[in-house]
């Protein structure tokens, strides 16, 4: 990497970490780029040398969130499948880093999943679901149509418990939302 592509993609990461700090005191709508360049450390025009609004810079950000949460996905070793219940990836060791990412970057989620015109939800659910659901389950269901039916109601049912504890503001402790996931799910093991 050249000095000067170092510079913009530091330059770069500052003003994420700006964005994401400021979106937890408040909503995205009341920051201005006078904000986030003043945290960043960097001056108006270069916020505008790099974006051409607050939400080009919260869409980056998010993409780099996803890269890095599949990316954790892409450097652990493969789950230990062993039987279809395994597949659905209910085990405290798959769910423990992922509800402690929502966790930790909750303002944002709740942002994303209220807003997902902005944000391009769809590709990020596209690709958890071609790199972690999708391999995982076409070990136990081989015919395609219930392999998709089974994987949309496991995904959204999922998704759908994270999101409702993401807007009761995670108060929930982590241990019992796996339970209930669990619960929902009909995983015994």
Known sequence: MKKNESKYFYTSELMDQA??????????EFITVTEIAKKAGVNR?????????????????IDRLNREFIGSFETKSPPNINSKDDAFLITENQLIPYLEFCKKHKRVLRLV???????QKNLAKKRMYDKVFYPAISQFIKEETKKVYTLEFFTEGVVGIIHKWLDLDCVTPVEELIEIIKDCVGYDA
């Open 19 to 28: 964005l994401l700090e400021l979106l937890e005191k408040k909503d995205i």
């Open 45 to 61: 025009s270069t916020f505008y040398l790099h974006y051409d609004n607050v939400y080009e810079l919260l869409e980056e950000t």
């Open 113 to 119: 999943h209220q807003k997902p015109h902005l944000f």
